[in-house]
């Protein structure tokens, strides 16, 4: 079992909600290659910007944004690359109903 914890700290809360409006903005993260993926400046003025997954297991990642060039890895929007890395490689989760299904045939033993 891996135990993922982040400290719930006001800039973390304050970096969330800026990567939620940037995801309502339509402005997401594209897988280009292996491990890097691309998305638009949040100044939507045409930048584009590149992550480069280094160690998912360990979220660690570079951005080659202004904030990604201050060694403040994860303090920009674009570790919303990592987090598509986490999703990409996780095993989907299953439904309820076929949880249900597959521990129906434990009933009544
Ligand atoms: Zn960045």
Redesign the pocket.
Same mark, same amino acid.
């Given at each position: 079992m891996v135990k993922l914890t982040a400290p719930v700290t006001p800039s973390w809360i304050s970096a969330n909600e800026r990567a939620f409006a940037n995801r309502q903005a339509g402005r997401t993260v594209t897988l280009i290659a292996a491990g890097v993926y691309q998305c638009p400046s949040s100044k939507a003025d045409g930048t584009v910007?590149t992550?480069r997954i280094l160690n998912v297991g360990q979220l660690q990642a570079t =951005?080659? =944004?202004? !904030?990604?060039q201050h060694g403040t890895a994860g303090h =920009?929007? !674009?570790?919303a690359a990592l987090a598509a890395e986490v999703r990409r490689v996780s095993r989907l989760r299953p439904s309820a109903e076929e949880a249900a299904r597959k521990m129906a045939r434990f009933a009544g033993r």
């Open positions: 910007y992550q =951005c080659d =944004c202004p !904030h990604g =920009c929007w !674009h570790s």
